[in-house]
C-alpha cells in the first residue's frame, strides 16, 4: 500500500488506493494443522532448543502476551532476548525455565543497540512503538520511535544476518482515513483511500512499508531476509491501559459512563492472547514458507463481535459494576467535536506547563465514531492461523483481569 509522509513524519500522509500486495502462491485450506503443533509436537529436551528470539518492547502491552506466549509454545527456544525502553520486573519470574531470558534495556532509536541485541538471533518479532493518539509524545519522537526504530531493525537484521522479521503494524495503516469513509468488513486486499494526517498512523503506515520492501533483502551471509507485518486491530485484553482509564472514569462518575458514539458504529478488536499467538505462529511458519509469506500483510483477527467501542468495553466493565448511560440526545456530535477541540486546545496552551492528555480528542473522537470492521481469513490459508482463545475465554479473562487489578472482584 502506498504512503508518503514528510521526512519527519510532521507532514500529511498522502496515501493511494490501499491494497496490500496481491496474494501470491497456492491459497490452501485443510492442509493446515496448527503449525504450531508441529513444533510443539517436539520432544521438549536440549538438542531441540537451538533458537534464539528477540522481541523488541517485549515489556509492553502485547510485548509481554508474545515473551510468555514463546516460552509456551516455542519448543524450539534456546534463548529469548527481551528488548526494551522500560524493563519490567515480572520479567525475573521468567529466569527459572529451561529458556534463557535476556533482558536488554535498550532504546530501538539507537542503531547501534539495536543492532547489538539483534547479533545472532534467529527471529525479530518487533513490536515496539509508540501508541500515543492522544498527543503525549511529539509528531517527532513519534517519527523516531516507529518509523527510524524499524529502520534501526532492518538495518540490524541485514548487517548481522538475522533473516526473519515479523512486524506489529496496525489497522491504522489502512484507516479510517481522514475523510471518515467506513471500512466495512474489508480484508488485506480491500480497495481504501488510506489517507492520513495524524503522526500516528502515518509513522506506522511508513514503518510497514519499510519492513514490506525489506523483504527478500540480502543479509550477512548471503540468504534472503524474510518479513511480513500483522495489523492488529483495537487489542483488548489483560494489561489494557485504555480500559483500565475507562473504568476509573466510570468510577469517578458514579458507576456511569456516557455513551458518545452510536451503537450502530462498529469496531472489530481482537483479543491480546491470539494476537500473541499469531505473532509467534508467523515466526515459526516464516521459514518454510517464505515464498508466501515474505512480504505480506494480515490483520489480526479472532472471534470477539463487532460492537461501537463503547459497547465492546462494557462486555467487560458491565460485569464490574459499570452501565452505559445512553445521553447521545444530550450531548449531540457537533458538542462533542467541541469538547474534543477545547480538550486540544487545553492540551496546547497547558503544554509548557503540564501534560494534559484526555481520551477525548478531534482525532479518538473521528476514528471512534467510524466504522472499521475486518473480515478476513488470510492467516488461516497462508499459515493456518486460528484463534487460541475463543471469544467467551477471551472475555472472561479480560473481566477477571479488570476486577482483579481494580479489587472489584465478588
Ligand atoms: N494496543 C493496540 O490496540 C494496538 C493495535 C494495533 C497495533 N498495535 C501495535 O502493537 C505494538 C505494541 O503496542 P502496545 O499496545 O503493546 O503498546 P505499549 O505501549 O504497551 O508497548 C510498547 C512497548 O514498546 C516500548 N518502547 C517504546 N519506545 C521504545 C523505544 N524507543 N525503544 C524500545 N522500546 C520502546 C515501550 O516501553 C513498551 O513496552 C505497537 O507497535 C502498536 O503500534 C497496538
Ligand atoms: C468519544 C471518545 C471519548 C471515545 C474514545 C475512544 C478512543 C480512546 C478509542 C476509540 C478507537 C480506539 C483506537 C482503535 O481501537 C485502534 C487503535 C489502533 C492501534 O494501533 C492503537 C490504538 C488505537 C489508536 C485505539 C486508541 C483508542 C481509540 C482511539
Known amino acids: 500500500m502506498g504512503q508518503e509522509g514528510g521526512a519527519s513524519g510532521r507532514g500529511r500522509c498522502v496515501g493511494r488506493l490501499a491494497q496490500a500486495p496481491r496474494e501470491e502462491g497456492p491459497s490452501s485450506g485443510g492442509q493446515f494443522g496448527h503449525p504450531g503443533t508441529v513444533a510443539a509436537g517436539m520432544a521438549d529436551s536440549a538438542e531441540t532448543r537451538k533458537l534464539v ?44 525455565g529451561p529458556v534463557q531470558v535476556t533482558a536488554i534495556q535498550g532504546d530501538v532509536t539507537q542503531a547501534h543497540e539495536v543492532a547489538a541485541a539483534v547479533a545472532g538471533a534467529h527471529v525479530v518479532i518487533h513490536t515496539a512503538g509508540l501508541v500515543d493518539v492522544f498527543g503525549r509524545a511529539s509528531p517527532e519522537t513519534i517519527y523516531e520511535v516507529n518509523v527510524q526504530g524499524t529502520k534501526n531493525v532492518i538495518e540490524a537484521c541485514v548487517q548481522t544476518g538475522t533473516r526473519f522479521l515479523v512486524y506489529t503494524s496496525s489497522m491504522e495503516v489502512v484507516g479510517p482515513n481522514i475523510k471518515g469513509h467506513p471500512f466495512y468488513r474489508g480484508n488485506e486486499d480491500t480497495p481504501y483511500e488510506a489517507i492520513h494526517r495524524h503522526p500516528y ?82 515466526a515459526q511458519e516464516l521459514e518454510q514458507r517464505a515464498a508466501l509469506m515474505g512480504g505480506q500483510v494480515y490483520f489480526c483477527y479472532d472471534e470477539s463481535p463487532y460492537k461501537s467501542y463503547e459497547d465492546f468495553n462494557m462486555e467487560f466493565l458491565g460485569p464490574c459494576g459499570l452501565r452505559l448511560v445512553d445521553t447521545r440526545l444530550l450531548v449531540p456530535y457537533w458538542l462533542l467535536m467541541l469538547l ?44 493456518g492461523y486460528k484463534p487460541l482463545f475463543s471469544w467467551e475465554d477471551s472475555r472472561t479473562r479480560t473481566i477477571r483481569w479488570v476486577q482483579a487489578v481494580e479489587g472489584s472482584a465478588p
Open 201 to 282: 498512523p502515518c509513522s506506522k503506515a511508513q514503518a510497514e512499508r519499510l519492513v514490506l520492501e525489506a523483504n527478500g533483502r540480502k543479509v550477512h551471509g548471503g540468504l534472503s531476509l524474510v518479513t511480513c507485518a500483522l495489523r492488529p486491530t483495537g487489542i483488548y485484553g489483560e494489561g489494557h491501559q485504555i480500559m483500565r482509564d475507562f473504568y476509573h472514569q466510570g468510577l469517578r462518575l458514579g458507576g456511569r459512563l456516557f455513551r458518545a458514539i452510536p451503537a450502530s458504529v462498529e469496531h472489530s478488536r481482537v483479543y491480546v492472547g491470539n494476537v500473541a499467538w499469531m505473532h509467534v505462529l508467523v
Open 53 to 96: 528470539y528477540l522481541v523488541t518492547g517485549g515489556c509492553g502491552f502485547l510485548g509481554e502476551h508474545v515473551v510468555r506466549m514463546l516460552l509456551q509454545r516455542e519448543p524450539r527456544l534456546y534463548e529469548l532476548r527481551v528488548f526494551d525502553l522500560h524493563l519490567g520486573p515480572w520479567l525475573e519470574e521468567l529466569k527459572t
Open 340 to 383: 474534543a477541540t477545547l480538550n486540544a486546545l487545553l492540551q496546547w496552551l497547558l503544554r509548557p506547563l503540564l501534560l494534559y492528555a484526555p481520551l477525548l480528542n478531534p482525532y479518538t473522537l473521528a476514528v471512534a465514531n467510524t466504522t472499521f470492521t475486518v473480515s478476513t481469513n488470510k492467516a488461516q490459508r497462508h499459515f
